[in-house]
């Protein structure tokens, strides 16, 4: 099915155009790039934007609605008046997502007038955020009732089919009015960049509505959807990540793999590893770029002198190395890969004739507030180890405490460079 977006280009790649087709394309839509505006723009800053002649746009429009079946429209940015009556006029009688961008992120003016949007309103499924709900009904918004409120006076006083008002700006919730009835979508924070989430939003809403969803059901995927591209979300991109379910599971498959024949490596160093399995066991992890951790479920343990894996490779099977990997990528996201070892003496002094920058954190030494949290402990002993050494360790170490076994952890940018040192260190 084919999804018309009609949208400005955002050259920095966070919003706009780009992340439009990258959604449809994502949840397995056509996407029918429309262009309204060529903004100049980066992640911080947008210096300005040039619109289109309306009857440039008005041709796009034509050239694929001639040729293609048409599902549903995604508007976002028009850029002028005379750009919107054209897309008015062009799109009349389409199921209608429309994003009222009236400005950018970092408060840019992306429109010449509030009143240049009101005329795509009208029938349209219209999804702004606080600032723009505000600007285009004059109520004021601080609560959920507020949102309510704008959302009918969208649709009563000026003509939407239906309106979400979304509530990032706010509280996390969005509010739905359609045919009468108010909806709640409470949201859950995600961590990660935000710069694009209205875009990936409505074209989430238009492409949902083309597989003929009907609209609470497709607003609640929509959200859900956005919510994913925050968390997955790329430092280098500083913006949502639209194809994050598709990276993500490309991700998990290929870290998967590699931590599994690193651990079937792993086992045939056998007696030679035993000695250093702690009582605890062993377990080795492994970070997706993401920061999902795939380890061992149930460690790797003693099994007479030599050692076997209790389980398979899984998700999450770690929660301790897992809590310690993602610290360190906290300050080196290039770390990807942890396992832990007994504490031995002659294995920390092996590990610096080997040329391995070696830290430790003594639990002694752990503040009372941290103690009596039910998890941190091993967070403040990296952020020790890591402050203690002053560049990135290769090996962390801590002599136990009350009850705790002296542990020693080996780190690496990935699976293969961690059983390289753990050979070094055994060899």
């Known amino acids: 099915m084919a999804v018309l977006i009609i949208a400005g280009l955002d050259t920095g790649g966070g919003a706009g155009l780009k992340a439009d087709i990258e959604t449809v394309s994502a949840l397995g839509e056509h996407p029918l790039p429309v262009l309204t505006a060529i903004t100049y723009q980066n992640p911080s800053e947008v210096r300005g934007y040039h619109t289109l002649p309306p009857e440039v746009v008005r041709e796009q429009i034509r050239a694929v609605k001639d040729g293609f079946e048409v599902k549903a429209v995604k508007i976002g940015m028009l850029g002028s008046g005379e750009v919107a009556e054209v897309v008015w006029e062009e799109t009349a009688g389409f199921v209608r997502v429309f994003d009222p961008v009236m400005a950018s992120s970092t408060g840019t003016k992306l429109v010449d007038g509030v009143e240049s949007l009101r005329t795509l309103i009208e029938g349209s499924i219209v999804t702004p955020n606080v600032p723009e709900a505000e600007a285009l009904t004059g ?31 706010l509280n996390l919730t969005d509010v739905l009015y359609w045919r009468g009835r108010l909806y709640e979508f409470r949201g859950e924070k995600a961590k990660g960049f935000t710069h694009g989430t209205g875009c990936v939003f409505s074209s989430a809403l238009a492409t949902f509505l083309a597989k003929g969803f009907e609209l609470p059901e497709a607003v609640e995927k929509a959200k859900r959807f956005v919510e994913g591209a925050i968390a997955f979300s790329k430092a280098e991109a500083r913006a949502v990540n639209p194809l994050w379910e598709l990276e993500r599971d490309a991700y998990r498959w290929r870290s998967e793999r590699e931590l599994e024949k690193a651990v079937e490596e792993l086992v045939r160093l056998g007696e030679k590893l035993n000695p250093y399995v702690p009582e605890v066991g062993t377990n080795f992890a492994l970070a997706t770029p993401f920061g999902e951790v795939f380890a061992v479920k149930g460690r790797i343990v003693r099994y007479g002198k030599t050692v076997k894996p209790v389980g398979p490779v899984e998700l999450d099977a770690s929660d301790h190395l897992k809590r310690a990997l993602l610290k360190m990528r906290e300050f080196y996201p290039e770390v990807r890969a942890v396992l832990n070892l007994r504490y031995s003496k002659e294995l920390v002094e092996k590990a610096e004739r080997l040329g391995l920058v070696v830290s430790f954190y003594d639990r002694r030494e752990e503040p009372e507030e941290v103690k009596r949290a039910e998890k941190g402990t091993m967070e403040w002993g990296i952020e020790t180890a890591v402050r203690r050494g002053g560049r990135r360790p290769d090996v962390v170490y801590h002599l136990g405490d009350w009850g705790k076994e002296p542990m020693i952890l080996i780190f690496g940018r990935d699976a293969r460079e961690v059983l390289e040192r753990v050979k070094g260190l055994l060899g």
């Open 139 to 169: 109520i004021e918004i601080h609560s959920v009732e507020d949102m309510k409120e704008s959302a009918k006076a969208l649709v009563e006083e000026l003509g939407a089919e239906g309106a979400v008002v979304k509530g990032g700006h």
